[in-house]
């Protein structure tokens, strides 16, 4: 499955639409943030011509063998992004990959990440035939582990020096979610 045209979904109050060059101010202003990227496993961007590398780089993912979807998370009144989700290195033969996601910290503990989440791996599992989308989550991210664990995702261990951002190493928590959970989860 390759995606000819970029999956747009609707939530209640969202938009999860395609990132596009027009989203570069919004991007940087993220992504260029030292306290949003402290836990996203890159280091900070230093100016919008690498936010503007990371829409090109999102967009790759549609034309990849195994492709993924990055959706910027836009508030339906609002006209400028606000965070991403998206999810990626997709195993097509193991029938799973990764989520990934960031928030502005002006709209984080709205319930934006939850909403924009729910609806990108309702997608996942839907469209992708997934069986097990896993997160790989900082320790000391305490918010983002209450997150995956409000979705249902399962603590599965640590992966000791898993990460390298900042000039240093970075243990991981693996977290898993598996279809048939989701399923049971939604009836």
């Given at each position: ?9 609707e ?13 570069v ?5 993220i ?8 836990w ?44 991403s ?7 097509r033969g193991?029938?799973?990959c ?20 729910l ?6 599992f839907?469209n992708?035939?997934l ?5 790989q ?14 979705l ?5 261990g640590?992966?000791r ?5 900042r ?8 977290y ?12």
């Open positions: 499955m390759k995606f000819a045209d970029f999956p747009v979904i939530t209640e109050r969202l938009l999860l639409r395609e990132i596009v060059h027009a989203d101010p919004a991007l940087f202003a992504h260029g943030d030292p306290e949003t990227m402290k996203f496993g890159v280091d900070p961007l230093v100016d919008e011509a690498g936010a503007a590398k990371l829409v090109d780089l999102f967009a790759s993912y549609r034309s990849q063998p195994n492709p993924g979807a990055r959706w910027g998370i836009q508030v339906k009144d609002q006209d400028s992004l606000v965070g989700c998206g999810l990626f290195a997709w195993n193991w029938c799973k990764t989520i990934g996601y960031e928030l502005h910290p002006k709209v984080q503990g709205q319930g934006y990440m939850q909403e924009a989440l609806a990108c791996i309702d997608w996942g839907q992708m035939e069986n097990r989308i896993e997160a989550v900082h320790p000391s991210n305490v918010a983002s582990i209450s997150t995956v664990e409000r249902g995702f399962t603590r599965e640590l992966s020096q898993l990460g390298f951002w000039g240093q190493f970075h243990d991981m928590l693996q898993a979610l598996l279809s048939q959970d989701w399923r049971q989860a939604e009836a």
